[in-house]
């Protein structure tokens, strides 16, 4: 079966480091990978899709890049964090054509 | 480009009671529609889907959902709730035949009271 594993799921960052998380997704080959943003009350914002190694698609400029270096992992960076960074990253995998597989979550908080 | 709204921000309603989560959408083609919860600090975990077929869903623990293509909603219901059922709900839409990245809704909290 398939499974999504997304680390840390909590981090506190100070402003103007830089960040890393990682996705990575067991079971399958060639998912569509997505990075998500959840503030509360305003739902799901995304943030990066991608669909194969190498290929990222941008939603929304930001302080934020993506890179996808092997078929299932899906990192998240920033070279320097900003307050309006923190909130609640989701990391996400579909096959082709249906519904989506949600990692647990990072909780971050820029200070 | 497709588009969700959940009419609902919160819905507090007491154990027992029934409960409809409401759901609009807006699309120029076909779409899959779908239902996820998401207890706090978690990730999402889908409740039910339409992809095809028959306009009613369910899901394994009593969750509802009719598709209905005249009027663009796709509302979650339960007869009966539990006060484990308290969590966010969200709404996402899909276009069918193409390639899939989900819009979500603003989701609804569920506020079940004893």
């Known amino acids: 079966s398939q499974t999504i594993h997304q680390w840390p799921a909590t981090l506190v960052q100070p402003v103007g480091s830089p960040l890393s998380l990682e996705c990575t997704v067991e079971?399958?080959?060639?998912?569509?990978l997505y990075w998500y943003r959840q503030a509360a009350g305003r739902g799901l914002q995304l943030l990066f899709y991608s669909v194969g190694i190498g290929q990222i698609s941008s939603e929304v400029p930001q302080n934020l890049s993506a890179s996808r270096p092997q078929d299932r992992q899906f990192i998240l960076s920033s070279k320097k964090l900003l307050l309006s960074d923190s909130g609640f990253y989701l990391c996400?995998?579909?096959?082709?054509?249906?519904?989506?597989?949600f990692g647990q979550g990072t909780r971050l908080t820029v200070v | 480009a497709q588009s969700v709204t959940q009419l609902d921000s919160q819905v507090p309603v007491f154990e027992e009671a029934p409960v409809e989560l409401r759901c609009n959408y807006s699309s120029s083609v076909s779409v899959y529609l779908f239902w996820y919860v998401q207890y706090p600090n978690q990730g999402l975990q889908l409740l039910l889907k339409y992809l095809s077929g028959s306009t009613l869903v369910e899901s394994i623990n009593g969750f509802e959902a009719e598709f209905n293509k005249s009027q663009t909603s796709f509302h979650l219901r339960k007869p009966s709730v539990h006060i484990s059922d308290t969590a966010e709900y969200f709404c996402?839409?899909?276009?069918?035949?193409?390639?899939?990245?989900?819009?979500f809704g603003r989701g609804t909290s569920l506020i079940v009271h004893p």
């Open positions: 996400a995998w579909s096959p082709q054509y249906t519904e989506a597989f």
């Open positions: 079971g399958t080959s060639n998912p569509n």
């Open positions: 996402a839409v899909s276009a069918s035949g193409g390639s899939y990245i989900p819009t």
